[in-house]
């Protein structure tokens, strides 16, 4: 589960993806895959293959602009 502290997370659509101070929402990838926009604090991945896998979130601004260092963290799947 992502925390946020200081910025409301909004759907950047309904901001026609405008920069607000305050306002941002979160990038979610897994691996090399593409990038998941949400405001969503919390997703589950479902089929990923045995193995290593990597789990990357950053906080971003209504046009996608990066507002926190990435967070990455690793994850085995038995």
């Known amino acids: 589960m992502v925390t946020t502290q200081r910025v409301q997370l909004v759907d950047p659509a309904t901001v026609n993806e405008t920069p607000r101070i305050g306002e941002g929402h979160l ?3 897994v691996d090399n895959g593409p ?4 405001t969503a604090t919390k997703l589950s991945f479902h089929e990923l293959t045995h193995g290593m ?3 990357t979130v950053m906080l971003v601004a209504n046009d996608h602009s990066p507002l926190s260092a990435p967070v990455t963290f690793n994850l085995t799947i038995p």
């Open 27 to 29: 990038h979610y990838r």
């Open 35 to 38: 990038i998941i926009a949400t």
């Open 53 to 55: 896998h990597t789990v």
